[in-house]
């Protein structure tokens, strides 16, 4: 009986929690609904299958490395090698898909490059005690050479059906999201995503309470290759075969999305969905002026502006009156 009740007091408390957790990205969630609003306006295409199925495909690889930055900055750190991963994965599974290893072992091989090289990224990180800015603007030279070693210019391949599947008709790409997200939730009630909070607020403190804060750590930087050279592959799949730079843009959206949605550059603050917003803040920007004739030079100065402006709403509620 003791059970039940516990049970029950925890699902009431689960959405007051919830809900005060959103306080700080209130005032993006609204700008977000504003944005859409506008763009199914501008583009009522959005509401069919089709059209919904093409924006979530240009969502889906910025909210990829949203995640996967978010999940570092959560634990204290920063990439500055995501685009170079994403470059990377796209080069390498734009080189095997169509050989030898076909599908399944082309995408096997860019996730297990993803996992092996953000885990030693986070092993350099937490056991050298080496600042992350620092190891990952490195690695960025280190992964970008190698994406050009393998595939020096625009080339190789990816099979028909599979780029058909990930970028043609079907909402594959929001099926994957969902996918993924439910993934995090899961891990966030491992003992590893219990401590990814507690290592990035306060890891001295959660060390000596027994919190695996090292291995948190690590993991994150792992979980976060894996994100990027998996957006890599979809990106590949995309526009059909792979480039040694196209993932250069991501690095700097990354860490605008993760910001945008709340992240604190200290760790321990934000929450996923809020980096998910945020890389869907930039996308819709995006295409709403692309939509309004926007030139390119006053789509940079528009989203500088509503950037600052999403950011600085949840912050006029904390200035003392």
Known sequence: MSTVASSRQAGALYWPVQLRRNVGVRGLFAVVMAFLGAYGFLFPGLLTASGFAKFTQ?????????????????????????????????????????GPLGIAGGAA?????????????????????LPAIVVTLAGSFIIGGAALLILPRPGGAIPEWLSELLAGNTPAAFVLLVVIVLLWKLYLATPLGLSLYAAGENPVGAYRSGVPVDGARVAAYAISGLLCTGAGLFVAAQTGSGDP???????????????????????????????????LLLSLMISVMFFLGFTPVAQYVAQGLIIIGAVAIPQFRKVPQ
């Open 58 to 98: 240009s969502w889906f690889p910025l909210a990829l490395v949203a995640m996967a930055q978010a999940i570092l900055m959560l634990t204290g750190g920063i990439s500055l090698a995501i685009g170079a991963m994403v470059s990377l994965g796209a080069v390498i599974a734009a080189t095997t898909m169509t």
């Open 109 to 129: 091989a860019v996730a297990l490059t993803g996992i092996v090289i953000g885990g030693a990224t986070g092993f350099i990180v937490v056991k050298l005690r």
């Open 245 to 279: 730079v196209i993932g250069t843009a991501f690095t700097l959206n990354s860490i605008a999305a993760a910001v945008l949605g709340g992240i604190g550059f200290l760790g321990g603050q934000g929450t996923m969905r809020g980096a998910l917003a945020g890389s």
